[in-house]
């Protein structure tokens, strides 16, 4: 029998606001424990929350990137739970009516299009966060709740999602899509984006779904790709070995790549939601969120199949131009100078990517760097000028320096020699010196050209065109 897998995902998105949900505690990562914290994030007696205007506003704009409904009318609740890292013994969150429902994202598996469908994405506050000591023997853990009250949307797909591969394109596009609209950075290092993910199996053709697992402590989109990929595995080995599968939520060991139990889920939380009593319910104004609506960029899964099919470009080149909204901005910028879209896309991929990630950098943190130069520096490899390899070496100094490519070229003496009569003389001495190679070639050994090519342009410096430098060796050869 065969077996199809649903996944369903929860992912949980920090909101880049300054101040957390409803307090005015710093929302800063990476300070002392204990220190953005208040009396009303706390959950001291007789405090009263008041809700962050801005946090309303990022999870309206998140849910629009995400092609939901807009709630005219949503409420906050209290769902109750105790954990230790829960100071108030319960949550403010939203349960039957949240800010946004009925959205979907759609994703390109193995040349089709497929539309995953968001249920709905909600407001909410964090909890925080417990330490446990580590070494043998110890007991100990300790609470950080700089996290508490910082705010989150929560974002619930439907179980649309057929393979681990296709989650992961899903969380690439809304990864993607919630940074273009700039409603948080999703960091997963940091926190700031994390997911759960619900998967159960079915043998193929039946409508019924299985009993599914819910697997935590995932820190990339590829470990969550391959607990998916265990967590099938384990389940249709169960299956076939006539064993129950229970409602369980399980942990990701990215050391042993397994997924582990942690809690049986075979009976169903009673959270007891009931209305927050101490947050008025919200109104959204339509022509609030119809101006929010035409202020979203074009989304860069949008734009990347655009770049396909205006500039021709592959798909992988297109997925990663876009992936950084500012990168693709550069791209745009650079292409009115010049129209030759993949080479540009090849510079940029190569090296300023390279130049970004060495220097650990962000585009918009080079402020000299200009698309008028990076052109100039692209079109005097393309057109002979210099060689390539001139081409990189002075890539850093316009990327960093913004110096002029053009009279970088002319101080160094780097423009490429390409007249036949001052590179034959070369091409003759390395023939003279290297009898073994020019003897291997005529036994049909073509690959040596190569070689005395290498020989040429170290002789010149790097300046010798290898076109002229091969149409000279065949000649002569």
């Known amino acids: 029998m065969e077996y199809e897998a649903v996944i369903g995902l929860e992912v949980h998105v920090q909101l880049n606001t300054k101040t957390k949900i409803f307090c005015d505690c710093s929302t800063k990562f990476g300070n002392p424990p204990n220190t953005n914290v208040c009396p009303v994030c706390m959950g001291m007696p007789g405090v009263l929350p008041v809700l962050n205007r801005e946090v309303l506003h990022k999870a309206i704009i998140a849910g629009l990137a995400l092609n939901c409904e807009i709630s005219a009318y949503s409420k906050f609740d209290r769902k109750q739970y105790f954990y230790p890292d829960l100071p108030k013994n319960y949550q403010v969150s939203q349960f039957d009516l949240p800010i946004a429902l009925?959205?979907?994202?759609?994703?390109?598996?193995?040349?089709?299009?497929?539309?995953?469908?968001?249920?709905?994405?909600?407001?909410?506050?964090?909890?925080?966060?417990?330490?446990?000591?580590?070494?043998?023997?110890?007991?100990?853990?300790?609470?950080?709740?700089?996290?508490?009250?910082?705010?989150?949307?929560?974002?619930?797909?439907?179980?649309?999602?057929?393979?681990?591969?296709?989650?992961?394109?899903?969380?690439?596009?809304?990864?993607?899509?919630l940074r273009y609209v700039k409603v948080s950075d999703c960091n997963m290092e940091e926190g700031s984006l994390r997911c759960d993910a619900n998967v159960s199996i079915r043998p193929k053709g039946v409508k019924e779904l299985g009993t599914?697992?819910?697997?935590?402590?995932?820190?990339?989109?590829?470990?969550?790709?391959?607990?998916?990929?265990?967590?099938?595995?384990?389940?249709?080995?169960?299956?076939?070995?006539?064993?129950?599968?229970?409602?369980?939520?399980?942990?990701?060991?990215?050391?042993?790549?397994?997924t582990i139990s942690m809690r049986s889920k075979e009976e169903a939380h009673d959270y007891r939601y009931f209305p927050e009593p101490d947050l008025v319910p919200m109104e959204a104004d339509k022509k609030w969120i119809e101006e929010l609506r035409k202020d979203l960029p074009e989304m860069p899964d949008i734009k990347a199949k655009r770049y396909m099919d205006e500039y021709k470009l592959p798909q992988a080149d297109a997925d990663l131009l876009t992936s950084e909204q500012d990168i693709a901005l550069f791209y745009?910028?650079?292409?009115?100078?010049?129209?030759?879209?993949?080479?540009?896309?090849?510079?940029?991929?190569?090296?300023?990517?390279?130049?970004?990630?060495?220097?650990?950098?962000?585009?918009?943190?080079?402020?000299?760097?200009?698309?008028?130069?990076?052109?100039?520096?692209?079109?005097?490899?393309?057109?002979?000028?210099?060689?390539?390899?001139?081409?990189?070496?002075?890539?850093a100094d316009v990327i960093e320096k913004g110096v002029d490519p053009e009279k970088i070229t002319e101080e160094k003496g780097l423009k490429q020699v390409s007249d036949e009569s001052e590179i034959e003389s070369i091409v003759d001495e390395v023939i003279k010196e290297n009898p073994e190679a020019v003897e291997n070639y005529k036994k049909g050994k073509t690959t040596v050209v190569g070689f005395l090519v290498g020989q040429v342009m170290k002789k010149s410096q790097g300046k010798a065109n290898p076109q002229v430098v091969n149409k000279l060796f065949k000649d002569k050869l």
């Not at 265990?230 to 050391?255: G, P, S």
């Not at 896309?345 to 402020?367: C, P, R």
């Open 212 to 258: 599914k697992a819910e697997v935590k402590n995932m820190n990339s989109f590829k470990a969550v790709e391959k607990a998916i990929e265990y967590e099938i595995r384990r389940q249709i080995k169960a299956v076939k070995d006539k064993e129950k599968i229970v409602q369980e939520t399980r942990l990701w060991d990215a050391d042993k790549e397994i």
């Open 332 to 395: 745009e910028e650079c292409i009115k100078h010049y129209d030759n879209y993949k080479t540009i896309a090849n510079w940029i991929m190569g090296e300023l990517n390279q130049y970004l990630n060495k220097k650990k950098l962000l585009i918009t943190e080079l402020s000299k760097l200009t698309s008028e130069n990076f052109v100039k520096l692209v079109k005097l490899v393309d057109s002979g000028v210099i060689t390539g390899k001139s081409g990189k070496e002075i890539a």
């Open 102 to 177: 009925n959205g979907y994202l759609n994703i390109n598996i193995e040349g089709r299009q497929k539309k995953i469908g968001i249920t709905r994405l909600h407001m909410e506050e964090d909890a925080g966060k417990l330490i446990h000591e580590e070494g043998a023997g110890s007991k100990s853990s300790f609470v950080d709740f700089n996290r508490t009250g910082v705010p989150l949307a929560e974002i619930v797909s439907e179980p649309d999602l057929s393979t681990p591969q296709e989650a992961y394109i899903y969380l690439n596009i809304l990864k993607n899509r």
